[in-house]
């Protein structure tokens, strides 16, 4: 069907759901890890990943209005896995070498 740089995929569900839910396609809560093609770069599997969102969306209208936002998010699997920890992080590096915590924590 999409012949880009998602066009194999396999799938599993590492996890058990009520099959009601797994059958709704207004359930929201699903995250989906994948392994991109070598050579290809985060800008190009989101621009596909885009694409296949739209083509969901437009044949589901009902379940992905324009209003609700849905959208893929496309990141890195080390980055995605550590964003939330990063305050945590520096607050426990920061401790660790006296700096001010206030400091590391401030956006560079």
């Not at 599997?45 to 209005?65: G, H, K, W």
Request: charged residues 25%; glycine residues 4%; contains cysteine.
């Amino acid at each position: 069907m999409w012949d880009g740089v998602v066009a194999r995929l396999s799938s599993s569900c590492p996890f058990h759901a009520d099959p009601d839910f797994m059958a709704n396609r207004n359930a929201r809560m699903m995250s989906v890890f994948g392994k991109m093609k070598e050579g290809v770069t985060l800008e190009e599997a989101a621009r596909d990943l885009d694409r296949v969102a739209e083509t969901i969306r437009q044949a589901n209208p009902f379940s992905y209005p324009e209003s609700l936002g849905y959208a893929v998010e496309t990141a890195l699997l080390s980055n995605a896995l550590t964003r939330n920890a990063r305050p945590t992080f520096l607050l426990l590096l920061a401790t660790a070498t006296s700096i001010d915590p206030l400091e590391a924590l401030r956006p560079e």
